[in-house]
């Protein structure tokens, strides 16, 4: 079964096994409005957490994504190229950015939950 941890800056990583499939959050995607590029880090690219991994640019401004766990990209989300709306369409499915094989699961326990991520963005339960 997956687990999906958030950050404060508005991230999600679904952890299943080593790997993270990491995004934007639906409340993300609505703040920036309509996206019309994504710029994906390269496969093999080692980050560290908190780096900045991604840019997404929308009608409304540009915003970097920072990397929630550090590891190694090992696949990235490539039809957001062509196609950047996915995203706003399905923010915590088909619109995921990039896979990272995490190198600290440890990291993963100062992320948030998804109770208390609502709570940051200030959605109802």
Same mark, same amino acid.
């Given at each position: 079964?997956?687990?999906? @941890?958030? +950050?404060?800056?508005?991230?999600?990583?679904?952890?299943?096994?080593? &790997?993270? +499939?990491?995004? &934007?959050?639906?409340?993300?995607?609505?703040?920036?409005?309509?996206?019309?590029?994504?710029?994906?880090?390269?496969? *093999? #690219? #080692?980050?560290?957490?908190?780096?900045? !991994?991604?840019?997404?640019?929308?009608?409304?401004?540009?915003? /970097?994504?920072?990397?929630?766990?550090?590891?190694?990209?090992?696949?990235?989300?490539?039809?957001? *190229?062509?196609?950047?709306? @996915?995203?706003?369409?399905?923010?915590? *499915?088909?619109?995921?950015?990039? #896979? &990272?094989? &995490? !190198?600290?699961? @440890? /990291?993963?326990? *100062?992320?948030?939950?998804?109770?208390?991520?609502?709570?940051?963005?200030? /959605?109802?339960?």
């Amino acid at each position: 079964m997956a687990t999906v @941890k958030y +950050t404060k800056e508005h991230e999600w990583v679904r952890v299943e096994g080593d &790997i993270g +499939t990491v995004g &934007i959050t639906d409340h993300a995607q609505q703040q920036l409005g309509d996206l019309v590029f994504i710029d994906l880090p390269a496969v *093999g #690219k #080692k980050v560290a957490k908190g780096d900045e !991994a991604a840019v997404v640019e929308s009608v409304k401004a540009a915003s /970097e994504v920072y990397a929630p766990v550090g590891g190694e990209v090992v696949e990235v989300n490539a039809a957001l *190229g062509d196609d950047p709306a @996915k995203v706003n369409a399905d923010a915590m *499915g088909g619109g995921w950015f990039f #896979k &990272i094989r &995490i !190198a600290d699961p @440890k /990291e993963l326990d *100062g992320l948030l939950d998804e109770a208390a991520y609502r709570e940051l963005a200030g /959605e109802s339960h």
